[in-house]
């Protein structure tokens, strides 16, 4: 069901210093920041040959970044994306082999403009897993 990985998000305490370390120390394309203001994130994205780093930062009052920082200082990956060809297809499947959906269970406008949902991270060894349709 699941295809290529499209990103792996990490939260980032300093965005500035992570994209001077992405760019000028990995040797990395870096993107400029970009707010998400209905995603509670300010947004860098790194553009690999096979896929994308995101690097996130939190962005108002509410955002789901900020406890994950809390929590972890010195930033940590947040969370993976996998793609799916129709996320409401692959939605019903998880839900009928028990997997847990963040949120309303309904699809959201990404950062990218496609559908994104979020998988229960306990369903999923520890890992907050976020689906993408393309
Ligand atoms: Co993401």
């Known amino acids: 069901m699941i295809g290529r990985l499209n990103h792996?998000?990490?939260?980032?305490?300093?965005l500035d210093a992570a994209a001077k370390t992405y760019r000028d120390v990995l040797g990395a394309k870096v993107s400029a920041p970009q707010d998400e203001p209905d995603h509670g994130v300010?947004?860098?994205?790194v553009e690999l040959d096979n896929t994308k780093i995101e690097l996130l930062y939190p962005l108002g009052e509410n955002s789901p970044i900020a406890g994950f920082l809390s929590?972890?200082?010195s930033g940590g990956i947040h969370h993976v994306c996998y793609e799916?060809?129709?996320?409401l297809a692959a939605r019903d499947k998880l839900v009928k082999e028990g997997a847990r959906i963040l949120g309303d269970?309904?699809?959201?406008?990404?950062?990218h403009k496609k559908p994104v949902l979020f998988l229960h991270p306990k369903d999923f060894n520890g890992t907050l897993v976020?689906?993408?349709q393309v």
């Open 42 to 45: 300010t947004v860098i994205f």
């Open 105 to 111: 269970g309904e699809p959201k406008i990404g950062a």
């Open 71 to 73: 929590k972890n200082a």
């Open 8 to 14: 792996v998000a990490i939260a980032v305490p300093d």
């Open 130 to 132: 976020e689906l993408e």
């Open 84 to 87: 799916v060809e129709d996320i």
